[in-house]
Nanobody
């Protein structure tokens, strides 16, 4: 499984960005997907994840502001980020694994390249 993330950039506090991740294989529809982020000198954080059935989970820090969604027909997963804060600044990674537990344990088998999100005035 190859993952290609896009959509990062620089935005002012309160702004919005949408990250997208395209998967290369048709089995995407049976994979669990997640968005992680890592800021300098901070541990990697699971931001949001979605099962192949569409069940979602979010970190407390982004609940109510971020929305993860997937389109199994297009092999894509997106992260809509609203009301962005400077603390959201990080490199964001999409990841995939057949097993939900591995997503939740931050050990998915497949990672995309990171995309930088910077929230600054």
């Amino acid at each position: 499984v190859q993952l290609q993330a896009s959509g990062g950039g620089t935005v002012q506090p309160g702004g919005s960005l949408t990250l997208s991740c395209a998967a290369s294989r048709r089995i995407f529809s049976s994979y669990q997907m997640g968005w992680f982020r890592q800021a300098p000198e901070k541990e990697r954080e699971l931001v949001a994840a979605v099962t192949w059935k569409g069940t979602t989970t979010y970190s407390d820090s982004v609940k109510g502001r971020f929305t993860i969604s997937r389109d199994n027909a297009k092999n894509t997963v997106s992260l809509q980020m609203n009301s962005l804060k400077p603390d959201d600044t990080a490199v964001y990674y999409c990841a995939a694994d057949p097993t939900w537990t591995r997503i939740l344990k931050h050990t998915p088998a497949h990672w995309g390249q990171g995309t930088q999100v910077t929230v600054s005035s």
